[in-house]
């Protein structure tokens, strides 16, 4: 009864017939690795969208209550808008992975986790092996749930398969299940749900544990983004993973709130084209070059080496005490406009946003955006307009 009660809360699968059948399901491929390998031996299905021309290639594992015929319109149009290949994972007891072999092996959420994390594998060896993709071309997106499977996936890329990823983004991230249970039900709630996906923990390992071989890079690049009108994962939740990464030290992580969006209520353009964009081109296409340019001289990739500017110049050492950047969303469009053409604030100045202090993060903007004059007009013509409407997380 107890598995019963935890499956119903954890993974409330949506009935194929709800998400509109297999009929509805264009670009929908089945494949099948070899039985005693990795993830083999189970036929399934994935979301298969190839874009002409496209550099990058994005796995996407979806929300609760989803599965792929539910989202499709949503990611094929997330896939246009950012000219990236995307594969959409289902998971084991969702939508066209009902097969019985499948479901009667779902005993237990621990056997659904199982599952997930041998369909992810399977989706990584699928694009190496069968579409020839590297894996630095790699970016794992997970969304509210999918964002488990996600960091998992990473961590065994990383320190099982021995590969270099190219990127993470995490759309409404949870520190935990039980987390979300107790924001929600009270401490108590934690007796109720085990500890599953414990986020917080997977990240911390990722930061802190030394790569396998110094083939690997330390650093994944990591985008969080989370909507400031979230009442089913609050938005501290991705404060909270952001802040462990930084405390790490982490040289590639980036933060963005989108102040008007919700769970479920996303402008797919401008809370996620325009940052995940901005992402991949600041930290994972850079970082992918660097790292091929590297091994190209051979020279070994110093693990957590500050990012270098165009004139390949050294970071100053200023900037390198500070690791983490932070884009905030203040809905004020010549500011948005403006802190697209002098990159984001970096870690201090979202602290001293968020802190109401606009005079120290004009300063900051000042001094780490060599020529940040108009950066500190901005900020004081609409500052206050940008109080109002900034999420105030708690630091």
């Known amino acids: 009864m107890g598995n019963m009660v935890e499956k119903c809360i954890v993974f409330p699968a949506p009935s194929v017939t709800a998400a509109g059948g297999v009929e509805s399901?264009?670009?929908?491929?089945?494949?099948?690795?070899?039985?005693?390998?990795p993830a083999g031996g189970v036929w399934r299905p994935f979301l298969w969208l190839e874009v002409p021309?496209?550099?990058?290639?994005?796995?996407?594992?979806?929300?609760?209550?989803?599965?792929?015929?539910?989202?499709?319109?949503?990611?094929?149009?997330?896939?246009?808008?950012?000219?990236?290949?995307?594969?959409?994972?289902?998971?084991?007891?969702?939508?066209?992975?009902?097969?019985?072999?499948i479901v009667e092996d779902m005993e237990s959420v621990e056997d659904i986790i199982r599952g997930i994390d041998n369909a992810a594998v399977h989706a990584v060896r699928f694009l190496i092996e069968t579409q020839g993709i590297a894996s630095n071309q790699v970016v794992l997106h997970g969304r509210s749930l999918g964002c488990?499977?996600?960091?998992?996936?990473?961590?065994?890329?990383?320190?099982?398969?021995q590969l270099n990823l190219g990127g993470i983004v995490l759309q409404s991230p949870s520190i935990s299940i039980q987390q979300v249970a107790s924001d929600w039900l009270g401490a108590a709630a934690s007796l109720l749900v085990p500890d599953y996906y414990h986020n917080l923990s997977v990240l911390t390992q990722l930061c802190r544990d030394a790569a396998p071989t110094t083939q690997v890079g330390q650093w994944i690049p990591i985008l969080i983004v989370h909507g400031a009108q979230d009442n089913v994962i609050q938005p501290y939740h991705a404060w909270t993973l952001y802040q462990e990464a930084v405390a790490h030290g982490h040289p590639s992580v980036v933060l963005s709130i989108a102040a008007l969006s919700g769970h479920q209520q996303w402008d797919l353009y401008k809370d996620l084209a325009c940052p995940i964009g901005r992402f991949f081109a600041d930290h994972v296409v850079v970082g992918r070059a660097r790292l091929q340019q590297a091994e190209t001289e051979g020279r070994e990739v110093a693990c957590g080496e500050a990012e270098r500017n165009n004139s390949a110049n050294p970071v100053p050492v200023s900037r390198r005490k500070r690791p983490g950047r932070v884009l905030q969303d203040c809905q004020c469009s010549q500011l948005c406009a403006l802190t697209s053409d002098i990159v984001e604030a970096e870690t201090q100045?979202?602290?001293?946003?968020?802190?109401?202090?606009?005079?120290?993060?004009?300063?900051?903007?000042?001094?780490?955006?060599?020529?940040?004059?108009?950066?500190?007009?901005?900020?004081?013509?609409?500052?206050?307009?940008?109080?109002?409407?900034?999420?105030?997380?708690?630091?």
């Open 25 to 37: 399901c264009a670009n929908i491929v089945w494949d099948r690795r070899a039985t005693g390998s």
């Open 349 to 395: 100045i979202c602290h001293n946003v968020l802190a109401g202090s606009l005079v120290e993060a004009a300063k900051d903007l000042e001094v780490s955006h060599h020529g940040g004059k108009r950066a500190t007009e901005m900020l004081a013509l609409n500052g206050s307009r940008c109080l109002q409407e900034l999420c105030l997380l708690p630091l």
């Open 148 to 161: 488990g499977p996600t960091l998992r996936l990473a961590k065994y890329m990383r320190d099982q398969m």
């Open 53 to 101: 021309g496209a550099e990058l290639t994005v796995i996407y594992f979806h929300a609760n209550a989803e599965d792929l015929a539910g989202m499709s319109d949503w990611v094929s149009e997330l896939a246009q808008e950012l000219s990236v290949n995307l594969l959409a994972v289902e998971f084991p007891g969702y939508g066209l992975l009902q097969s019985p072999e």
